[in-house]
């Protein structure tokens, strides 16, 4: 447990990202839906009254810079405690020190609880009476979904906001800062920075101004001055300070790119394709479950509009198991391109939805008597009889009851007009005409 220190210098070894933390709402970067003029949470941090929050959104986007915002602006005592190391003992503490301040001093406590998603379901539950008697004010900051990750209880209690992935040009934008400030950031050192290499850096830096800013530290620090002792950042100095994006790759992230991946099976066969490697070659995802999500698509989405999708799916997935990967990438790619061009129906869906909810409408279904096993002696003397073999008739289809005799007319399955379905459609027409 630490009390915030954002502002104050602890002396060397300070990163250029921390030096650079902005101070003030004005020197924030990006989240301009949130915290622009006029915004609601920029109103309440610059009145002192900011309620309990919930900070959610991609690493380096910019939440401990708002909670060491609010740290500047609030009045009562701000304590910062980070879920990976805290304990429930720690969050006790904190609770008794902030009734203490309250009854004697008439003061709030503000608790910022960094990486909330790591606090377990128990050391959650031992905030909530706190929060809810206004004991303390609690912000929370998570890279995860907190629908996933924080309980319902605590969420109902905070107002969550959502930041956004931030840009290059918000990388660039921090970087230039930096390089003009004498006193936090470099402007003290005699640099030149090309354009190409500051490109670099916030391509690669992905949105996150805090590796963004390291980069540009190491690339300063490290690289030989010239002979006017002036330092030369060029672009082949950038490449070695910064090599790749990180991609964010959790829990949340896999479902959003799983979904993604389903949504446009419906609609995008590019779409489609992309997610499927960029989760695979990116994320390190398992081409298996994106197989699995393909041969579900294939009756959710397309199903008897074209049967062979389902077969195709199928076959990805023992090319996949016999092949392994990459070799049978191009055996999956070409399944979900199949199933993507297909023609779509969800009459399927729609047929087993409607089926169990006829369920409900019967305590029991008797079967028709007609269509009893009649393969003892005795049955005709029960009068299971009476069945008519469709074979025997022309277009070997008859009409009779196959239904319990409640719900004898009911329809389940309808055959839309796309692709093979429109030809089921057709005959469940001249069906219904006999």
Same mark, same amino acid.
């Given at each position: 447990?630490d009390?915030f220190s954002f502002g104050?210098?602890?002396? =060397?070894?300070?990163?250029?990202?921390d030096?650079?933390?902005?101070e003030?709402l004005?020197e924030?970067?990006g989240?301009?839906h949130?915290?622009?003029? =006029?915004?609601l949470?920029?109103r309440a941090?610059?009145?002192?009254?900011? *309620?309990?929050i919930?900070? +959610? =959104?991609p690493p380096?986007c910019g939440?401990?810079?708002?909670?060491?915002i609010?740290?500047h602006?609030t009045?009562g005592e701000?304590?910062?405690l980070?879920?990976v190391?805290?304990s429930?003992?720690?969050v006790?503490?904190?609770?008794?020190?902030?009734q203490?301040n309250?009854?004697?001093?008439?003061?709030?406590?503000?608790l910022?609880?960094?990486?909330?998603?790591?606090?377990?379901?128990s050391?959650?539950?031992?905030?909530l009476?706190?929060?809810e008697?206004?004991?303390?004010t609690f912000?929370?900051?998570?890279?995860?979904?907190?629908?996933? +990750?924080?309980?319902?209880?605590?969420?109902s209690r905070?107002?969550?906001?959502?930041l956004e992935?931030?840009t290059?040009?918000?990388?660039l934008?921090?970087?230039?800062?930096?390089?003009?400030?004498?006193e936090?950031?470099?402007?003290?050192?005699?640099?030149q920075?090309?354009?190409?290499a500051?490109?670099h850096?916030a391509?690669?830096?992905?949105?996150?101004i805090?590796?963004?800013l390291n980069?540009?530290?190491l690339?300063?620090?490290t690289?030989a001055p010239?002979?006017?002792g002036?330092?030369?950042?060029t672009?082949e100095?950038?490449?070695?300070?910064?090599?790749?994006?990180?991609v964010?790759?959790d829990?949340s992230?896999?479902?959003?790119?799983?979904s993604?991946?389903?949504k446009?099976?419906r609609g995008s066969?590019?779409a489609?394709l992309?997610w499927?490697?960029y989760?695979v070659?990116?994320l390190?995802?398992?081409?298996?479950t994106f197989?699995r999500?393909?041969?579900a698509?294939?009756?959710e989405d397309i199903?008897?509009a074209?049967?062979q999708?389902?077969?195709?799916?199928v076959?990805a997935?023992?090319?996949?198991?016999?092949n392994?990967?990459?070799?049978?990438?191009?055996?999956i790619?070409?399944?979900?391109?199949f199933?993507?061009?297909s023609?779509k *129906?969800n009459?399927v869906?729609a047929?087993?939805?409607?089926?169990?909810?006829s369920?409900d409408?019967?305590?029991?279904?008797e079967v028709?008597?007609h269509?009893?096993?009649t393969? +003892?002696?005795g049955a005709t003397?029960?009068?299971?009889?009476g069945?008519? +073999?469709?074979?025997?008739f022309?277009?070997?289809?008859?009409?009779?009851?196959y239904?319990?005799?409640e719900?004898a007319r009911?329809?389940f399955?309808q055959a839309?007009?796309?692709?093979n379905?429109?030809?089921?459609?057709?005959?469940?027409?001249l069906r219904?005409?006999?």
């Amino acid at each position: 447990m630490d009390l915030f220190s954002f502002g104050e210098d602890t002396g =060397g070894g300070r990163l250029l990202a921390d030096r650079m933390r902005p101070e003030n709402l004005d020197e924030y970067i990006g989240q301009e839906h949130i915290v622009g003029r =006029g915004k609601l949470l920029r109103r309440a941090i610059e009145a002192d009254q900011v *309620s309990s929050i919930l900070l +959610y =959104g991609p690493p380096g986007c910019g939440k401990t810079t708002l909670a060491h915002i609010i740290s500047h602006h609030t009045q009562g005592e701000f304590v910062r405690l980070n879920a990976v190391e805290a304990s429930v003992k720690d969050v006790r503490e904190v609770i008794e020190r902030a009734q203490s301040n309250k009854s004697l001093y008439g003061s709030k406590t503000i608790l910022f609880l960094d990486e909330v998603h790591r606090f377990n379901s128990s050391r959650q539950d031992a905030l909530l009476p706190a929060v809810e008697k206004g004991t303390i004010t609690f912000i929370g900051a998570t890279t995860e979904n907190p629908f996933h +990750y924080v309980n319902g209880a605590l969420l109902s209690r905070s107002t969550l906001f959502q930041l956004e992935s931030l840009t290059s040009e918000h990388s660039l934008i921090a970087m230039r800062r930096a390089l003009a400030d004498k006193e936090k950031g470099l402007g003290f050192m005699e640099l030149q920075v090309d354009e190409d290499a500051l490109l670099h850096i916030a391509t690669m830096a992905n949105g996150d101004i805090r590796r963004a800013l390291n980069a540009l530290e190491l690339a300063a620090l490290t690289t030989a001055p010239e002979m006017d002792g002036s330092v030369h950042i060029t672009l082949e100095v950038a490449e070695e300070s910064i090599r790749r994006p990180i991609v964010k790759a959790d829990e949340s992230t896999q479902y959003d790119v799983l979904s993604a991946f389903h949504k446009s099976i419906r609609g995008s066969s590019d779409a489609a394709l992309f997610w499927f490697l960029y989760a695979v070659e990116k994320l390190g995802m398992d081409p298996m479950t994106f197989i699995r999500r393909l041969i579900a698509a294939s009756s959710e989405d397309i199903g008897l509009a074209n049967p062979q999708a389902m077969v195709q799916a199928v076959s990805a997935l023992e090319a996949y198991r016999n092949n392994g990967w990459p070799e049978a990438k191009l055996n999956i790619a070409q399944a979900i391109l199949f199933a993507v061009e297909s023609p779509k *129906s969800n009459a399927v869906v729609a047929a087993i939805s409607k089926a169990m909810a006829s369920m409900d409408d019967l305590k029991s279904a008797e079967v028709p008597l007609h269509l009893r096993d009649t393969h +003892y002696k005795g049955a005709t003397a029960l009068g299971h009889a009476g069945y008519q +073999y469709p074979h025997d008739f022309p277009g070997h289809y008859v009409k009779q009851d196959y239904l319990p005799k409640e719900i004898a007319r009911r329809v389940f399955y309808q055959a839309t007009e796309q692709g093979n379905e429109a030809k089921i459609r057709h005959n469940q027409a001249l069906r219904r005409e006999q």
